[in-house]
């Protein structure tokens, strides 16, 4: 996107962002005005004292409720380098204004209970009087901080009442109240200079909020660091214009991640040169290819044609000792480890400090049953990266492999389990991913071995079948299509996503069934699945186990605030060992933004409500990143940390975004 189109955006998004506030600030006012006018009627002048304490009671709590507006409203500020600064404890309007109304009475009873025992220093008897007096002095012409302070005990305790409630709300606008009287001259206060002084203090301040907010906006939205990305805020414009007479957003995203790597690994165990198209170049494939060409096998990559040559040796390691070095990623850490230890050798294991924080254990464990000798590097735990391996292939021909943390153990069991001399059985534990499994299985059937489930935790590879060079056609990454397909729901728009259809190798293809229980309708066409939002335009909450696709838990999360019932996902608990604690993470961040959520050890319920700005801390999770960005898309002010993490799959996401957000606004 240009400069131009970029500014173009930002004055949009700001605009909207205006006509929301403004809408929200008049019916506020508008409601003040109502509520003021039954007042005057119902609570009618007198001379007699409790009326005017009345008046002066209702008056104030109106006074505390736009106090309580204006700060809710306030809420999201910037320090001096452009950081947002977010209430810290999480609490909502609705706590400010109890606090407020529970401190005002407070005071009342305190100026009641000084007023009756204190009755020879101030003449007056009624709680109004000493009320005013004690915020604003006996008269104008002297210090009301002196009077307060000058006399003996119980005013100064009544003092310290005044502290602890100007310290609970903002208290600004009362004394505020005084100086406009005693620079007006009122010599006698009344109801109605308190009333429209008032209004005209929480008018003034309330619109003054608005300019902060669009000065918060411009700031987010020009001169974003240059490691954070800020999320352009396109609702508005999408409720205030029509859909573009193109048709539904369509998007093209990368290959899959774990198709791209499985292929790697099956084409380099067939014999001969295989040529995978579509292939995804990102932080994770590029650790991959650089580890089997650390090994000794040719591969050729062209990645502005995204393609991938391999020639495989039919199962045989070139090179007997090597380093390698798998970085973040998972499937190359497993499946890599499982193939050297079937092989003969000596190789030395290392990866990212991400890497080495994710569990090995199942599979270092059943390697070690099946033969090879695991040495742990000084000072890292059992069950982790860094270690080398000595490897003499398998000695036996069962084993047994616990798939709770990752199912990628059993894929890189599976895979490699064809190159023994005999028939091998794996039984599992666990029943975690078994839509990744069934995709390996089917990938392994595509290159001409297959793998048996005997039983429903059994597993039978027979002996004999070797993998064969072919060409082969990646699919579309469905996990990334799964983040604009989120939009439909999200934004009111139909999505289609090119080549992403229901017959995908990929389980994250049941998020599109999530989104049909939501409410929007999917329709499989010859370009691609094309998802419509539902017709009223509303979303509703749902309890799904995500344990099929839990590469989606955090899309899910990200869009469930704007639901119109709770959201639970389950099924989850693997997946706190991830890149991060996935489950703590989203947690953490939707309560930044002032989402109420509970979470238990494999379970998130995600309450609706509207986010408030926040900085998204992404702990170098690239599905926190992509997830998180969709609440920035319908709730302003949302900055993404570190976007530079989407590399380790998509490593573009941003860019995609930028042109999606730019296909809407220019049709």
């Known amino acids: ?35 003021l006018a039954a007042l005057l009627v119902l609570v009618k002048p007198g001379k007699r004292t409790k009326y005017r304490f009345v008046r002066l009671s209702l008056g104030n709590l109106l006074i505390h409720l736009m106090d309580g507006f204006v700060t809710f ?45 204190e009755y020879e220093r101030i003449p007056s008897r009624s709680p109004f009087d000493y009320y005013m007096k004690l915020f604003y002095g006996e008269n104008y012409k002297r210090s009301w901080f002196w009077y307060k302070f000058s006399r003996n005990f119980r005013p100064k305790l009544a003092m310290l009442s005044c502290g602890i409630y ?54 987010l939205s020009i001169n974003v660091p240059d490691n954070a990305y800020s999320v352009p805020y396109i ?24 198709i791209t790597n499985r292929a790697l690994l099956l084409a380099t165990l067939a014999e001969g040169t295989s040529c995978l198209r579509g292939a995804l170049f990102s932080d994770d494939s590029r650790h991959f290819l ?49 193939c050297l230890g079937l092989s003969h050798g000596v190789y030395h294991m290392d990866a990212s400090e991400q890497m080495r924080r994710r569990p090995m254990a199942p599979l270092l464990d059943a390697l070690e049953e099946l033969g090879c000798e695991i040495i742990y590097e000084a000072g890292s735990a059992r069950g982790h990266f860094p270690f080398t391996l000595r490897a003499h292939g398998f000695r036996r021909d069962r084993i047994s ?45 595509q290159f001409h071995v297959r793998a048996q489930e005997t039983t429903e935790r059994t597993f039978l590879t027979k002996a004999g079948q070797h993998y064969r060079a072919m060409d082969y056609q990646i699919e579309p990454d469905v996990s990334a299509a799964c983040y604009f397909y989120a939009m439909s729901p999200l934004l009111n728009l139909p999505v289609l996503v090119n080549h992403v259809h229901f017959d995908s190798l990929q389980g994250d293809v049941a998020f599109i069934e999530i989104l049909i229980k939501m409410g929007c309708s999917a329709e499989d066409t010859p370009q691609g699945i094309l998802v419509t939002p539902p017709a009223d335009g509303v979303f509703h909450g749902v309890v799904e186990d995500m344990s099929a696709c839990s590469d989606q838990a955090i899309t899910l999360a990200a869009i469930a605030p704007f639901a119109d019932s709770p ?80 590399r380790k ?19």
């Open 1 to 35: 996107m240009s400069d131009m189109e970029t500014l173009k955006a930002n004055l949009i998004s700001l605009a909207g962002k205006l006509k929301y506030e403004y809408r929200a600030a008049t019916i506020l006012f508008i409601l003040a005005m109502l509520l």
């Open 73 to 117: 409203v306030n809420t999201p500020t910037l320090d001096m380098e452009g950081n947002i600064l977010v209430r810290r404890f999480g609490f909502g309007w609705e706590a400010l204004f109890t606090a407020n109304l529970i401190s005002f009475l407070l005071i009342v009873l305190m100026a009641w209970y000084f007023n009756r025992y």
């Open 166 to 219: 100007w310290g609970l709300t903002a208290g600004a606008p009362v004394f505020v109240l005084g100086w406009l009287r005693h620079m007006l001259r009122i010599q006698r206060p009344s109801w109605w200079h308190d009333t429209w002084i008032s209004c005209f203090l929480g008018i003034t301040v309330a619109y003054l909020s608005i300019l902060k907010w669009v000065w918060t906006g411009y700031r």
């Open 235 to 258: 609702y508005p414009s999408i409720q205030s214009g029509p859909v573009p007479s193109a048709g539904p957003l369509t998007v093209s995203v990368p290959g899959s991640k774990s």
């Open 290 to 338: 650089q580890c089997i060409r650390d090994l000794g096998f040719e591969a050729e990559a062209d990645e502005d044609n995204c393609r991938i040559v391999v020639k495989g040796l039919g199962g045989r390691i070139p090179r007997q000792e090597a380093k390698q070095y798998v970085g973040s990623a998972g499937t190359a850490a497993r499946f890599l480890t499982a």
């Open 401 to 445: 492999v616990n798939i709770d943390s990752s199912s990628q153990f059993l894929s890189a069991l599976l895979i490699v389990s064809c190159l023994c001399d005999r028939d091998f059985t794996i039984q599992i534990e666990g029943t975690h991913g078994m839509a990744y499994i069934e995709m390996t299985r089917r990938m392994m059937e």
């Open 567 to 646: 959201t639970t996902i389950t099924g989850i608990g693997h997946i706190r060992f991830q890149e991060s604690d996935r489950i703590r993470a989203i947690v953490t961040e939707l309560t930044k933004m002032g989402i109420s959520c509970r979470r238990t050890d494999d379970s998130i319920t995600i309450y609706p409500g509207m986010p408030r700005a926040s900085r998204v801390e992404t702990y170098d999770d690239h599905r926190m990143a992509m997830g998180f960005s969709l609440v920035g898309l319908r709730s302003p002010g949302i900055v993404i940390d570190n976007p530079g993490c989407c």
């Open 649 to 667: 799959t998509f490593e573009n996401y941003f860019e995609v975004l930028d042109k999606v957000v730019a296909q809407f606004l220019h049709g």
